[in-house]
């Protein structure tokens, strides 16, 4: 079965703030029926551009009602210069790189050393890619990047935060 790639979707929400108990991040709501129109539904790792003028990489989370939101982090609300209440319009379009986030130069180079290390990402689930790069990148120094990475894809990391 082949995928469409995804239409670009225009839309215009109003700035909102999440209760404080969700984390208090300001969002713009997305509608159930625009992410049923996405290829991967829920899933879709999207690029957000809001008022034409600027554009990120992002995804989408539940907003509990059954529609969905994507939290607008405070420096770009700072660089677009606008507020909670105000209306913005924006544009979602399907993020050519399916983990949304670039992948390091070092993790290349380990992944292209290592098959067995290879097959391990392959195996991870996007996020999981995902939150191996920025575990990895977390620390500067090459060394414990390398050492980061193998611990997580060895399994001898945890990434789940512990019950106290």
Do not use: W
Not at 8 to 34: N, S
Not at 67 to 74: K, M, W
Not at 123 to 145: A, C, E, N, P
């Amino acid at each position: 079965m082949t995928v469409l790639p995804m239409q670009i979707i225009h839309l215009q929400q109003v700035l909102r703030k999440l209760e404080p108990r969700k984390g208090g991040y300001l969002y713009l709501k997305v509608d159930k029926k625009e992410v049923d129109k996405m290829p991967k539904k829920r899933a879709t790792r999207l690029v957000i551009t809001i008022n034409g003028s600027l554009s990120y990489s992002c995804g989408l989370n539940h907003l509990g009602d059954g529609n969905f939101f994507i939290i607008i982090a405070n420096k770009y609300v700072k660089k677009l210069g606008v507020h909670e209440g105000e209306k913005l319009s924006f544009q979602l379009s399907e993020d050519p790189n399916p983990l949304g986030v670039p992948m390091p130069e070092v993790l290349e180079v380990l992944l292209t050393q290592d098959e067995e290390l290879n097959t391990k990402f392959e195996k991870l689930t996007d996020g999981k890619k995902r939150s191996l790069i920025y575990y990895m990148t977390s620390v500067k120094d090459i060394d414990k990047q390398v050492q980061k990475a193998i611990g997580f894809l060895n399994g001898e990391v945890n990434m789940k935060k512990k019950s106290t």
